[in-house]
């Protein structure tokens, strides 16, 4: 997660789970929890997979501004349970045939966005990879 800040000079925060170069070594989802994220103009989301944490938390502050955002689906192409159960899946379901449920990930991904407020949404990606560009509105 990259985070710039909206006023005079840009301040940079990196955050990662994995041990990089100038970057905090850290969890994401925690530390946007700790962080009150109105301050900053833009937020890049470049997770591990999908960043479901990170976005419910720019949800649940209410986050006015841009944030970009890179989703990877795994070999099965897994989404987050918690996700899937917001758009109304049960445990059950999901117990029961997770890779069938799963299979328009990138869909399912774009309704529970949209389930959250987004209305304006950018995207580009191939099968695997989905980029894309969130305009978070007051």
Request: aromatic residues 10%; positive net charge; contains cysteine.
């Amino acid at each position: 997660m990259s985070v710039k800040h909206a006023k005079h000079k840009p301040i940079i925060d990196r955050v990662d789970i994995k041990d990089k170069q100038q970057a905090l070594h850290a969890d994401s989802a925690k530390f946007m929890q700790s962080v009150n994220l109105k301050k900053y103009q833009a937020i890049d989301l470049d997770a591990y997979g999908v960043p479901f944490q990170q976005l419910k938390e720019i949800f649940d502050q209410k986050y006015v501004g841009v944030v970009f955002v890179t989703v990877i689906r795994s070999v099965f192409g897994r989404l987050p349970t918690a996700m899937l159960l917001d758009l109304g899946y049960t445990q059950g379901m999901i117990a029961k045939c997770p890779t069938l449920i799963c299979g328009d990930g990138f869909q399912k991904f774009e309704d529970w966005i949209a389930k959250n407020g987004v209305k304006k949404y950018i995207k580009r990606g191939n099968n695997k990879k989905l980029y894309g560009m969130i305009t978070m509105n007051a």
